[in-house]
Every structure is written in structure tokens, then in C-alpha cells.
């Protein structure tokens, strides 16, 4: 059989093979079998140099030829082809199953407990206000009755800016700034971040205070009792038991620290005949810091001295802690998300 006709043979053989090509793998076989490297086009041409050179321009003509209808009979299936599979997914997708929903992310424990903190205390007629997170010492220290080398200072770990300027060491500087700013009456809540120098198991160091502040005339240590007995019975159960003990601050006088009867195991000190690991078995957990304003920081704020006033100051962490039974402070920070989901 001479070379022409073998050439000519080649595409009503490609096109037997394409009938039954069913896929783009079918059809990439098809394709090296008839144009690869060691393909039959390529077997019928290894024997050209055998031929007369006077032939070989005919055969080298047409073997061009054949390679380009066996191109386009190639494409031109792979294009059907691609079509048909098209068709086929699109027979087979299933408009009415159901998407795959987003992820859906939720709120912070930590903004969970501050807003409901701030529901129940605006329902007691507070105002929430706010300050700066970087402070002047003016307002986070001295106006608070806290002079240089004041003692207390040292218990507050701050972190410095620069002389005069800190990280604020807690909300308290929101009270001055709020009684420099309006007059008496007043109830205000300022809820936020506040920064220590500290780190370790229970210290970070930046966490979230709520401070608390109310001023007019003739309020008294029963006031702070029974806006905080009712604050705390709102946040962890109207069966919670309510203890001031007998503090001390700069900026209050007197001054308590306030327990509650532990949420853990209802103030038994046992729980299922475990000793109870929130509480340490006492019945009771520390809850917050608060008393009567000190005159010093009326004076400060330029408030008439016959008016009267409490204040208070909680941390956030501590009471979503308590409230959740969260034992490893760590797990606000973290933000791993099979902790953070389940608050959704
Ligand atoms: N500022 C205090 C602290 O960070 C907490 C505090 C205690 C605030 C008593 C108050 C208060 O307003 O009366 O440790």
C-alpha cells in the first residue's frame, strides 16, 4: 500500500473511533493514538525517507493535509462533547435541594454579659456613658484620691504612656469625667476596657470593667444595697444571697466588696458531695467593689460637699465566669470558635 493511501485511510478510521468516544479521557487516547509522538501518522511518515526524494514532496503535502482534518475532526468532537456533559450536569443538579447555609458567627460572651449587664442596669435608670481607654493620670489617679506615690497606685500594675499619660487601669476615670461634664442628679454606667500590667492564669492584661456611679442628695449605703442586691438577682437569679464586706478604696469611703451566694452550688460549698472548685467551699464569690464616694473626689469635680453618692466597679470576665461556669479565663482570648459558638 503506498503512502497516500495509507495517509487517506487514517481519517474514516478517526472518525469509527469517535463515534464511540464517550469522554474527554476517550477522546485525549484517540488523539495520541492518531497525531502522537508514536502515533500512526507519525508510523506512516517514518517511512518516507525510503521513498524516491521526487515522491516526497507530494506525501509531505498531503500528510499536512491529514494532520489538519484529523485536528478538526478531533476538536470538533471534543466541542459536541463538552456540550453533551454540560447538558448532563445541568440535567442532574437538583434546583430544590437545599444551599449550604453560611457560617453564621455570634456575639462575644464577653459583649453578651456587658450588654445584658447594661439592660438591667439602664432598666434601674442609669445612663451609659463612655471615656477614653488612654487616660490622663489626672483622671485615672489623682482626682480618684490617688496622689503621686499614693500607695494604691502600686496595686494597679499600669501601664505608662508616658509621665502623665497611662493605659486606663480601670472605668473608674468615667465618674470624674462624667461629673465634670453635668450636674447632680446623675445615675451613669460606663462600660469598657481597661489595661494592667499582668498576665497569668487569672490575669490579663487587658479585660472589661463596668463601672457605676450614682449622685443627688441624701443617697445613701442603702441605696448601693438595694440597687445592687436587685442588679445582682437580675443577673444570676432571684435566689441569690447578697454580702458586703468591709473594703477599702481611694475613692469611696466607707467602702465594701460585695459577694454573692455561689451560683456554682447555690452557696452550699458542695456540690454532689464534691467540694465546690468555684466558690473553694465558702458559699460565696466575690462579685464587685463599690461604697460611697469619697469627698475628696466631690472637691475634685468641683461638687458642692452636702451632695452624696455611690459608686461601684465589676469585671466582665469574672461575672460571664460565674454565669457560665467558665473556668480558664484564657478562653475569652483565644477565640477558638467551639468555645465562642456556643453562645450563639
Ligand atoms: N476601680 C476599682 C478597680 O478597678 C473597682 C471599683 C471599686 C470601682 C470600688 C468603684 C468602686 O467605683 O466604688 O479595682
Given at each position: ?5 495509507a ?8 472518525e ?11 477522546l485525549e487516547?484517540l ?15 517514518s ?8 515522491q ?14 484529523l485536528?478538526a ?10 456540550k ?5 450536569a ?24 456587658t ?7 439602664r ?11 488612654v ?7 489623682e ?7 499614693h ?5 494597679q500594675d499600669?501601664?505608662y ?25 446623675l ?8 489595661y494592667r500590667?499582668?498576665?497569668d492564669?487569672?490575669?490579663?492584661p487587658?479585660?472589661?470593667q463596668?463601672?457605676g456611679?450614682?449622685?443627688?442628695e ?15 438577682r ?7 444571697r ?21 451560683c ?10 464534691e ?18 464616694v469619697?469627698?475628696?473626689v ?7 460637699p ?13 461575672v460571664?465566669m460565674?454565669?457560665y461556669?467558665?473556668g ?10 467551639r468555645?465562642?459558638?456556643q453562645?450563639a
Open positions: 500500500m503506498d503512502l497516500i493511501t495517509l487517506e485511510g487514517l481519517a474514516p478510521e478517526l469509527k473511533g469517535l463515534a464511540d468516544a464517550r469522554s474527554l479521557d476517550a487516547s488523539r495520541v493514538d492518531f497525531l502522537g509522538r508514536k502515533g500512526r501518522l507519525a508510523h506512516i511518515m517511512a518516507l525517507p525510503q521513498l524516491e526524494p521526487a516526497r514532496p507530494a506525501v509531505g503535502q498531503k500528510a499536512n493535509a491529514v494532520k489538519e482534518s485536528t475532526l478531533l476538536e470538533e468532537r471534543r466541542l459536541a462533547l463538552e453533551a456533559l454540560e447538558a448532563e445541568l440535567r442532574r443538579f437538583d434546583a430544590s435541594l437545599p444551599g449550604r447555609l453560611p457560617w453564621r458567627g455570634s456575639l462575644h460572651p464577653i459583649t453578651l454579659v450588654q445584658e449587664i447594661c439592660d438591667v442596669l432598666g434601674l435608670g442609669f445612663d451609659v456613658a463612655s471615656g477614653p481607654e487616660e490622663n493620670d489626672f483622671y485615672n489617679f482626682s480618684l484620691n490617688m496622689p503621686p506615690e500607695p494604691a497606685r502600686d496595686m499600669t501601664l504612656v508616658s509621665d502623665k499619660v497611662v493605659m486606663r487601669t480601670h472605668t473608674s476615670p468615667v465618674q470624674v469625667r462624667t461629673m465634670l461634664a453635668r450636674k447632680p442628679p445615675a451613669v454606667i460606663c462600660p469598657g476596657k481597661v500590667r499582668d498576665s492564669l487569672t490575669h490579663t487587658m479585660f472589661h463596668i463601672e456611679l450614682m449622685v443627688g441624701n443617697i445613701s449605703m442603702a441605696h448601693l444595697r438595694g440597687i445592687l442586691t436587685a442588679f445582682v437580675e443577673i444570676f437569679g432571684s435566689a441569690t447578697v454580702r458586703f464586706r468591709p473594703s477599702f478604696f481611694p475613692f469611696t469611703e466607707p467602702s465594701a466588696e460585695v459577694d454573692i451566694s455561689c456554682m452550688c447555690g452557696g452550699a460549698g458542695h456540690l454532689d458531695g467540694p465546690c472548685r468555684v466558690c473553694k467551699t465558702t458559699g460565696w464569690v466575690e462579685i464587685l467593689g463599690c461604697g460611697m469619697d469627698p475628696a466631690f472637691e475634685a469635680v468641683g461638687y458642692a452636702e451632695v452624696s453618692g455611690f459608686a461601684f466597679g465589676l469585671g466582665v470576665e469574672r460571664a460565674l454565669k461556669g467558665i480558664d479565663l484564657r478562653m475569652f482570648f483565644e477565640n477558638d470558635v468555645f465562642l459558638g453562645f
